[in-house]
Every structure is written in structure tokens, then in C-alpha cells.
């Protein structure tokens, strides 16, 4: 029935009507979150927001919804990110929350609120940056399914755009998508990277190399901006990896020297600036805590051969290393994340099962008569740019698995677009998700993401795990 609704709205003016379910979406979340409780277990926000998150008599009705909220959002790690953003770090750990957005945080809390901001502004700020963050990604994601799909007379082209954009509204991620999280920053610049990188593709296709080679540079670009949010971000520079060994597979196969060489170099250096956005930071606190003193006053990891202070603070204050999240008390949690590491791990695999889609492998799709039904809507050139965004969404699910703290998968997963594409072309195939002897109707997974994130919502406005 959902599908049905959606399908008539989206026939003539697609964005306006994403824009509405957008708008919608967010007053149920926040609608949860501003009824949980408050503050719940823990005082840090109150602490941290005072003046912010009280409300007084003679404060307007909608100023005091707007506090409130503010101070409901403001929870776990977004307590880390508002500060940061507010007094820079002071402290090692506070390192691992993403140096781009605080000063993209302090930049806009002072262009809104003048430069004598306080601390609540930032916090302002960030709930905007996110919520305006999450719609625009929300369209980039509907242009690059358009950009990557095939022209078809019966519209399932833009309905799978239509409805893969939709579900990035409903993402799991839920109310981290409006908090003062970088989750909704970070999946709008790397959409926007990985929608260049797909222009890339259709400008040579084209034979329109120089736009190409331009193409590429601004994707770089944007996932070094992507990465100064969130760590992750650097997966996307495999997209390059993956390119440069199919261009040297290239260069034995067809003997062009020039025009692989060509292409290898600018996707070197769009991979180099993907890697700045990582290393830049690394480089800040370095020279903020490892100054030529006395080495016993330095932090231990300033003494590494890789002194990366992003991966200590992880490992040492964070726990996160190979298996050490692999404890039975953690057990409940990899039952939290199994719904969307599956969903990352099976869509994979299936972009990679469509015509012998393979990494390094060259493609045959616009020679084939066969192509399967859920691949359709998808064009022979969005075909192989799928496989390729299969990379960093595989690696992230493997590392989630067995690195990471694997609940967060939920919500940095909502960055990346070929699971959306699969499911979205499941509800428009009315075709099942196939799990070993099981056929799961993919209503279920839908109704799944609409009730974890509503539960979510009021988990976390209430300082509740999981988070």
C-alpha cells in the first residue's frame, strides 16, 4: 500500500514530493524525541546546555520548543562534537570525532549568531547542518540513481530513483541524521563525491575526456572533505584503487600507453586528495602534542612509527581493534546490526553477480541480452559504476563485523547508495530478500527501518543506548 502512495506522488514533481515525506518523516522523530524522557539517566547535556535546555515563563512557545529539542538531541557523541566545535580539542580523545565538522559547526554557529555565540548556538547550528545536510543528500541520491539508470518508457527508472531516495529518508540511521552527528554531512559530500565520480564515467562514455579528468579531481574533493567528517570516508578512495588496477589490466590488454596512463595519473591524484582529508588532521594534533620537548612528556603514540593519533584514541580509549568487540556481553549488539550488515553484504554480492560484474574483471553487460530483472532499470554504464561503489560499502560491512563497535553500522551506512538501489529495486520487482531457505518479503525490511528508527528516536533523546 506504502508503495503504492508512493509511486502516484512521485509521477509529476518528484523532489517537491521528497521534500514533503522528508518534512514528515522528521515530525514523527522529533515528535519521539521531544516526548521522551528527560533527561534521562544522564545529566551531561544539562550540563553542558544549562541555560539552553531550561525553559522559562517568559521565553516564546516556539523558542522553548526549539531549546528543548536542542536539548534532546544533544546526546552521546553529539556532546562531544557541540563542545569541540565550541572550545576546540583539548583533550587526546576528543581527536576522534571528526575535525571537519566542528569547524564546520563553529563556522555556521558564527555566521548565524555573530562571533560572541555560546555554546547552545553550536548546537543550533549542528541540528541544521544536519537536517539540511540529510534533504540534500537526499536529493543527490535521487540525481545519481537518474544519472546511473537506464531510459525506460514504462518510468521504472525514476521510480527506483524515487523510491531508493525515499528510503535514505527512512534510513535506519533515524534521529543521528538530525542530531549534531556528522553521519548527514558526511553522506551529503560523499554522495556528491560519488556522483562525480559517476559523471566521470558518462563524460568519457562520451568521449569528453577533459570533463572526465575534472570529474574525478572534484570527487577526490569531496571525499577528502567527507573524510574530515567521518573516518570512513576514506573507503571511498578504493573506488580509485579499484580503477588504477583496471587501468593497468588495461594497459597489458590493449597496449595504449598514453590513454592509461592518462586516466591512472588523475585518479592517483584524486585518491591523494581523498588521503589529505585523513592525514591533514593527523598532522594538526601532531604538531599540537608531539612539540620537540622532553619525549617522557609526550603521548606514547607520538613515539609510533605512524603516529596517528586518530588510531590511538580509538584503540586505547575506544576499545576498537581486530575481534575486540568479539565478547558475550557485545552478543545483543551484533543481533542489533545483523538486519544491516546483511542488507550491505547481499546487495554486494548481488551488483557483483549481475553478468559476471566482478572486481578487475572486464565487462560485458552492453553485449548481453540477459540482464536480470532486478538490473533493468540500471543502465550497462551504471551497471559497472555500481560495481565499483560495491567496494567501500563491502569493506565497511567486514570491518564493522570485525573491527568496529558493530551497531554504529546502522547509522554509517546510510552514506552509501547501492543497498538502497537493491532494495528499491526488490519493492519495484515486488521480489523478496533471499536469505539461505528463507524469502523475507521486503515489506519487512521496510517496516523494519520505520520501527528502529522510531524506537531509536526515544532511546536516544533519552541518552539510552544503543547508540
Known amino acids: 500500500m506504502a508503495y503504492e502512495i508512493l509511486s502516484v506522488w512521485q509521477v509529476s514533481r518528484p523532489k517537491t514530493c521528497l521534500t514533503i515525506l522528508f518534512v514528515t518523516w522528521k515530525f514523527f522523530l522529533f515528535s519521539v524525541a521531544y516526548t521522551s524522557p528527560y533527561p534521562g539517566y544522564d545529566t551531561s547535556t544539562r550540563l553542558l546546555l544549562p541555560d539552553e535546555t531550561s525553559s522559562t515563563n517568559d521565553q516564546h512557545i516556539v523558542g522553548s520548543l526549539f531549546t528543548a529539542l536542542a536539548g534532546k538531541l544533544t546526546r552521546w557523541d553529539a556532546i ?65 540513481t537518474i544519472l546511473i539508470a537506464a531510459p525506460s518508457p514504462s518510468g521504472r527508472s525514476l521510480r527506483v530513483a524515487f ?58 574533493l569531496f571525499f577528502g572533505v567527507a573524510v574530515t567528517l567521518r573516518s570512513n570516508g576514506l573507503l571511498s578512495g578504493l573506488i580509485f584503487c579499484f580503477d588504477v588496477v583496471e587501468c593497468a589490466l588495461d594497459l597489458f590488454r590493449s597496449g595504449e600507453l598514453a590513454k592509461s596512463l592518462r586516466r591512472a595519473i588523475f585518479l592517483v591524484f584524486a585518491g591523494c ?22 619525549p617522557g612528556e609526550q603521548p606514547l603514540w607520538c613515539t609510533r612509527r605512524i603516529p596517528s593519533i586518530y588510531t590511538w584514541v580509538q584503540r586505547h580509549y575506544w576499545n576498537v581493534g581486530l ?32 553478468e559476471d560484474h566482478f572486481p578487475f574483471m572486464k565487462h560485458q553487460v552492453a553485449n548481453s541480452s540477459r540482464t536480470p530483472i532486478q538490473a533493468r532499470w540500471i543502465s550497462p554504464l551504471g551497471l559497472d559504476c555500481a560495481c565499483r561503489l560495491a567496494v567501500p560499502q563491502l569493506v565497511l560491512a567486514i570491518l564493522a563485523l570485525t573491527t568496529y563497535h558493530v551497531q554504529i553500522i546502522t547509522r554509517i551506512s546510510s552514506g552509501y ?6 532494495l528499491a529495486s526488490r519493492i519495484d520487482d515486488r521480489r523478496s530478500v533471499r536469505l539461505a531457505r528463507w524469502d523475507i518479503p521486503v515489506e519487512w525490511v521496510v517496516k523494519w527501518m520505520v520501527l528502529y528508527s522510531l524506537m531509536q528516536a526515544g532511546l536516544f533523546a533519552a541518552f539510552l543506548p544503543p547508540a
Open 417 to 422: 547508495p547501492l543497498w538502497y538501489w537493491w
Open 163 to 220: 523510491v531508493s531516495a525515499s528510503l535514505h529518508i527512512i534510513s535506519p540511521a533515524g534521529l543521528f541524521l538530525s542530531a549534531p552527528y556528522a553521519e548527514s554531512s558526511f553522506s551529503f559530500t560523499n554522495f556528491v563525491g560519488l556522483y562525480m565520480y559517476a559523471y566521470s564515467l558518462h563524460a568519457y562514455d562520451n568521449h569528453r575526456v577533459g570533463l572526465r579528468d575534472a570529474s574525478l579531481i572534484l570527487s577526490g
Open 80 to 144: 562531544y562534537f557541540v563542545q569541540r566545535s565550541h572550545r576546540g580539542a583539548l583533550f587526546e580523545q576528543e581527536w576522534a570525532f571528526g575535525w571537519g565538522y566542528a569547524k564546520l559547526l563553529n563556522v555556521l554557529a558564527r555566521s548565524l549568531f555573530g562571533p560572541d555565540d555560546e555554546i547552545g548556538s553550536k548546537a543550533i547550528a549542528a541540528i541544521l547542518a544536519s537536517n539540511i545536510s540529510h534533504l540534500l543528500s537526499v536529493l543527490v541520491l535521487y540525481q545519481m
Open 273 to 294: 586528495l581523498t588521503g589529505v582529508g585523513f592525514l591533514f588532521p593527523q598532522y594538526l594534533a601532531y604538531r599540537d602534542f608531539c612539540r620537540p620537548t622532553d
Open 323 to 354: 575481534f575486540r568487540y568479539w565478547t558475550l556481553s557485545n552478543a545483543p549488539l551484533f543481533l542489533l546490526a545483523a538486519p544491516m550488515l546483511l542488507i550491505m553484504i547481499l546487495s554486494a554480492v548481488w551488483i557483483w553477480s549481475q
